[in-house]
């Protein structure tokens, strides 16, 4: 069965470092998606990357975010300079375009840290 | 402003038996509805999900049931196993596009052998 992978697993980073966070969607899937969740908290929306552009974000998606999709499969979030309260669990999410409903499909995560 | 909440944080069940997870939601817009397991350390799992023009879906073991004139979702778990042991999220969405999912706090169901 298909499913979205995401590296790495687990970061560590100091505070004001840049951090990247990989995923590779679904091969299929044409939306995509970045979520985190504080530890004990819900799962919070990010950011929504449709068509090579992001077509929604949050008020946590501020300038020190960016992502992108460099190729076919591949698709990053990139926190630039990092801050202490961006420690979180990091989940990518996809969904197809059409033809499997509306469900969106996470990867396992990246805990990252910012010491 | 939407929000999707959940009404009980934890919920005890001894194995065997039925599970009943329940959830709020205010946003009237919302026309699919996602229920979610989250094990520790992993991501959300799709369980199972709803349109909102259906008042009542089934999955292997699981029933979701929709109640729109009081916003109100629910998950059944038939015959409760360790294995289902999780947090669960319900979550709510408008179809169609881009949209984001909007997740409740959660519930944290654990299972007594």
């Known amino acids: 069965e298909p499913e979205v992978t995401q590296t790495p697993s687990h970061q560590v980073t100091q505070m004001g470092q840049e951090v990247i966070l990989r995923c590779v969607p679904i091969?299929?899937?044409?939306?995509f998606y970045w979520y985190r969740q504080i530890l004990g908290q819900k799962v919070e929306f990010l950011v929504s990357?449709?068509?090579?552009?992001?077509?929604?974000k949050s008020e946590i998606f501020d300038d020190q975010f960016s992502v992108e999709r460099p190729d076919g499969s591949n698709f990053t979030l990139k926190i630039r300079s990092t801050k202490l309260e961006d420690s979180a669990m990091y989940f990518c999410?996809?969904?197809?375009?059409?033809?499997?409903?509306?469900?969106?499909?996470f990867g396992p995560g990246t805990r990252l840290l910012v010491l | 402003g939407e929000s999707v909440g959940l009404h009980l944080p934890t919920l005890s069940v001894q194995e065997g038996d039925n599970s009943i997870i329940n959830c709020a939601y205010s946003?009237?817009?919302?026309?699919?509805f996602i229920w979610y397991k989250q094990e520790s350390g992993k991501g959300p799992q799709f369980i199972i999900d709803?349109?909102?023009?259906?008042d009542k879906r089934q999955g292997q073991r699981v029933t979701v049931l929709l109640n729109k004139t009081v916003k109100h979702l629910s998950l059944q778990i038939a015959a409760t196993q360790p294995g289902d042991s999780a947090v669960y999220f319900c979550?709510?969405?408008?179809?169609?596009?881009?949209?984001?999912?909007?997740f409740g706090t959660g519930t944290k169901l654990q299972v007594i052998p």
């Open positions: 946003n009237s817009a919302s026309d699919y």
């Open positions: 709803i349109r909102s023009n259906m």
């Open positions: 990357f449709y068509n090579n552009e992001i077509s929604e």
């Open positions: 091969s299929n899937h044409l939306y």
């Open positions: 979550a709510e969405n408008i179809s169609g596009g881009y949209q984001k999912v909007t």
């Open positions: 999410a996809s969904r197809a375009l059409t033809g499997m409903g509306e469900t969106q499909y």
